[in-house]
């Protein structure tokens, strides 16, 4: 029956394109009389109406638009002035919204080649892989600076935050997005040659617990996390979560915890823009730092290795940190050789000691693993943004970095109710 459902579908989508043709075109091309203002303090005269081709999700349609035409503007900008394009949305672009909202949707959750076939297939809509790409990323910057008016209203307080929840959770955490060398020229980075194939992109969830399981352990509330990310600096995307967590009702009341592993951007930021927070460092991580010290001193998998891995496991789960750093350094004073390298996990310990109170976090039932966020890591970014052969570049990497955390964190929607483009 499949043949038969698709031979329906392309004769609708021809009466389709038809009716949207007359109704788009029922309007006299949006002729508003003999002269109307250029748009820079002077009036354009009409001269004709114009069709232009627009691609739109039921096929395409001619569309007959009155042209006015500014002779004082000529000389800088030869364009004419179209109202009608601007009421529909579709200056200077021949895709119709609905179609680059679904091109950037495609764009934004697989390889664009894909997503054309997507398109294709789902929609019966024929583009080109190009056109995927340059939409996605058009609609991933519109997004993004759409998110840059948002914060700036978000901290004047000129916007209204979600109902601020019982517990607030903020984690961070940076990955690796593969780019084209002029992106990481000069950059040092794990490559053998000291340099570097990847930019950092820092990601940060926000998320809400209100409950924990019959063991004590927190539960995440249902659909409550949200993202932001970009490749950028620290000092760049400090202000970035900031904005959402305020958004998401962070208040001088309200109880919050930054969740991150040992990177000391991520607790300058903690300190600078959350500082009543309580702050963890993930738990694994910090046991990660324990295996690698064993590691270094001990035959692997050995007894001895083993019994001094869940000795400090225990004490770990029983906040005793300082008897941590005094095991790690008796540890070094013993084993010459690795000293340095033992002694710098001890610091490790030392600097985010505070942090690792894990077994007050655990009787407060927050959460003490930063996996939230490193799931989102893999979601937001990994999936789209790292797979094989893939190179970005960083403006295209941010859009659609832009654009997944707006899909991701439920507000697709909204951006479509808002936003006006020029492609
Ligand atoms: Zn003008």
Redesign the pocket.
């Known amino acids: 029956m499949a043949a038969q459902e698709f031979v329906v579908r392309a004769s609708m989508l021809q009466v389709g394109s038809v009716l949207l043709g007359q109704l788009l075109n029922s309007d006299h091309g949006g002729h508003q009389g003999p002269r109307i203002p ?7 005269d009409f001269v004709d109406y114009r069709t232009k081709p627009l691609q739109t999700i039921l096929g395409r349609v001619a569309l007959r638009r009155a042209y006015y035409h ?1 002779a ?2 000529a000389d800088t900008d030869g364009r004419g002035v179209i109202p009608k394009d601007r009421e529909l949305d579709v200056v200077g672009t021949s895709f119709s919204p609905g179609l680059r909202r679904l091109m950037a949707r495609t764009g934004g959750q697989e390889p664009f080649d894909a997503a054309r076939r997507d398109l294709a297939e789902l929609a019966a809509v024929t583009v080109d892989t190009k056109a995927v790409e340059r939409i996605t990323e058009v609609v991933g910057t519109t997004i993004e600076a759409l998110n840059r008016t948002e914060r700036t209203a978000i901290v004047t307080g000129t916007v209204h935050p979600i109902a601020s929840a019982a517990r607030l959770y903020i984690a961070m955490d940076g990955t690796g997005v593969p780019c084209v060398p002029r992106e990481t020229q000069g950059r040092t980075g794990k490559q053998p040659d000291g340099g570097a194939k990847t930019r950092e992109a820092k990601l940060g969830c926000v998320f809400t617990q209100t409950t924990v399981d019959a063991q004590g352990y927190p539960i995440r509330d249902p659909h409550s996390t949200t993202y932001v990310g970009a490749i950028e600096t620290a000092e760049e995307f400090g202000p970035r979560l900031h904005a959402e967590a305020l958004r998401r009702g962070l208040t001088r009341q309200s109880e919050v915890v930054v969740l991150g592993d040992g990177a000391p951007w991520i607790w300058h930021l903690a300190q600078h823009y959350f500082p009543a927070a309580v702050h963890v460092v993930d738990l694994y991580h910090a046991r990660e730092h324990l295996g690698d010290v064993a590691k270094r001193v001990f035959t692997p998998h050995s007894k001895e290795s083993k019994d001094w891995v869940a000795a400090r496991h225990t004490e770990l789960d029983a906040g005793e940190v300082d008897t941590i750093i005094a095991a790690i350094k008796e540890l070094a004073a013993h084993a010459p050789r690795v000293r340095d390298e033992v002694r710098q996990q001890a610091e490790y310990f030392e600097t985010n000691t505070l942090r690792m109170c894990y077994k007050y976090f655990r009787a407060q039932g927050f959460f003490v693993g930063s996996g939230v966020v490193e799931a989102g890591c893999k979601t937001v970014i990994g999936h789209r943004l790292k797979q094989s052969g893939m190179r970005w570049t960083v403006a295209g990497a941010n859009a659609v970095i832009a654009l997944r955390c707006q899909l991701l964190s439920d507000r697709w929607e909204e951006v479509w109710s808002t936003l006006r483009f020029a492609a």
């Open positions: 250029c748009g820079h303090h002077h009036q354009a500014c004082t503007c």
